[in-house]
C-alpha cells in the first residue's frame, strides 16, 4: 500500500490517456498566474463526468420557456479521473459544503494543489459532485417563476443563501472580521480574502448563490431518493461504483451517514469533515452503520467544544454496538490553526495524508 | 435494507405542508436551541446559518410538502424524510399542516 502512495510515475499507458492529464494545473485556477504547477506531470488513464439521479418536472406553459412540458430537476453531476497506477483502496467521493462547489476540492485559491488531484496522486479513484441545487447540478426553477407570475405570493419564495464576507469569516473560521485581523496560526490563505499587502479576494469567487432550498419543492416523485437527493445520489454512486468512500464537507457533512442509511450496499467508508453527527439514531440505524467505519475530523478555533455533543453520543451509541468511528480534531494532533477550510490551508496535504493513513488502516481494500 | 425500512416508515408517515420558511436539523436538540432564539430574527439567522454551514440543519421552503412522522417521545418534533434522506430531519410540528399528498401546493 505504502509504495502505491508515492508519486505516480511518468508512465503512457496503452488506453485512455487524457490529453489534459500531461498539463500541469495551470487552467484550473481563478486566477491563472496565481497557479503553482506541479514537480511531476498527473498521469491518467480515464477522466469523465455524468449525472446521478433527477427526475422530470411538469411546468405548465405559464412557467415555462417554449410551452407546456418536463424540466429535468434534482440531477447531481459529477466528475472523476483515475490514475493510471491506481492503489488497491476504495474510489473516493467528494462533496462540498454550503455556498460552494466542488471547486472547493480543485486547486486551492492561492493556486497550490487541491485534494482533487493530490488522492488521484496516491492513487485514488476521485470523483467530486456538485450538491443539488448548485454549480452544474439541477434544482427545481418553477417554485421562483411561480412567485415572478404572481401565483404564490413572495412569501413562499424559497430563500437563496448568499454567503458574504462576514460569514466566511466568522464560520470558516478566519479570525475577526470587523478589524480584518486573522487568528495569529491562522492556516487560510490569507492573501486570497483581502488580508495583507497584493492580497486578492479570489477565495470569494468560489463562494456561489447555494439554492438549496429549493430541494424538496418538486412534486412527490415515485423514487424516494429525489426528495432532498444530494445523500441518496451518493449511495447511487457508491453503488454503480461497486464500493466507494464518501466525504462530505460541512454542509454535506451528514451526508455519507445519510447516504450509508438510504442503501449501505456500496458505502465502505464515510468521511465527515467539520461534524455532520446525528444523536437520534434507531437502533435499526445504528444496526446498519456499526458495519461502517466512520471519520469525523474538525480544525481549530471553535467558539465550542469540541467533539460537539451530537458526536460523543453517536460515537458512544456506535462504539456499544460494535462500530468503528473516529473524531479527529486537528488541534489534538498538536496541528494548529486549521480553519473550517482545511482541504485549502497552507496544509492542506499534510491533512490529506492523515486522512489516507486512517482509510488504510480503518477501511477494507478493494480486493 | 432501505427498502425495508421505506416500507416500515410508510405505515406510519403522513404528508405534511410547511406553513412557513423553516428547518429540520439532525437533532431535537437544535431544534429546541432555534425555538428558543426565533423571536430574535438577527440571532436565529446567524444561528440558523451556522447549523447548516455545519451540516447540522437544512432550510424548508414555506409551501414544501413533506413526509413525516410525530416524534412519539417529543410530540413537538416531527421527523421528516426519515425514508428519502434517513435518518430523517428533525422538525418544529407547529411550522407544519397535515395534508394530503395530492394536494401539493396546488401544483
Redesign the interface.
Known sequence: MASLRRELPVTLLSGVLVAAAMLPARARAQDVTDVKPPKSNLVLKESGSFFVGGHPEHIDSAFGSGGEGSSMINQMYFQFQKPATGNDEYPIVFVHGCCLSSKTWETTPDGRMGWYEYFTRKGFDTYMGDQVGRARSGFNALEYNRVQAGVDPGTSNPRITIATDQFAWNVFRFGDFATKTPWPDERFPMQTVGVGPHSSLDFYKQVIPDLSTTVGTGSRPIDPGDVWPSASQMAKLARKLGGAILVGHSQSSSYPTRAALFDPTGVKGMIQLETGCFDNLTPAYIDILKKIPLLVMVGDHFSTPQPPESCITEMQQLKAAGGDMTFIALPDLGIQGNSHMFMQDNNNLQIADIIIDWIDKHVEKKH | ??LI??VLLAAVQA?YQARV?TFGC?????VAELQRIRSDPKTFQNRF??L?????C??????????GAVESADRSIL?L?A????????APMSDFKQVK?AE??G?
Open positions: 435494507m432501505s425500512l421505506a404528508h420558511l439532525n437533532s431535537s436538540t437544535e446559518l451556522e447548516v454551514t455545519y451540516g447540522q437544512i432550510a424548508i421552503a414555506k409551501g414544501a410538502v413533506v413526509e421527523r424524510e425514508a428519502s434522506s434517513p435518518p430523517g430531519y428533525m399528498a401539493k401546493s401544483k
